[in-house]
């Protein structure tokens, strides 16, 4: 199900927004002195969208479950390691 945001459209289905928000949460919290890129980046993810519809989607079940799901999956050993990122 892809969410829909009034005059605008995430081009990517609810889970998936809702695990790469737990990844960039995750690593941005790993990687303090990187954690400014990592908020830039999600906002790239959303770019255009207006902020009231994204925390309209992020109340969502579906939204709430994906992102739960990704920060306990991430919580284990080994499970992720966020790599320094590249200046672009």
Request: hydrophobic content about 35%; proline content about 7%; charged content about 35%.
């Amino acid at each position: 199900m892809i969410p829909q945001l009034g005059g605008a459209q995430l081009p990517i289905p609810t889970e998936v927004f809702a695990k790469l928000e737990a990844v960039l949460d995750f690593c941005a919290k790993a990687d303090l002195k990187d954690s400014g890129r990592y908020d830039k980046l999600r906002k790239e993810l959303v770019k255009g969208a207006p902020e009231k519809d994204l925390l309209e989607i992020r109340k969502t079940r579906e939204y709430k479950g994906a992102y739960e799901q990704t920060k306990l999956e991430l919580s284990k050993p080994g499970a992720l390691r966020c790599e320094p990122l590249k200046a672009a």
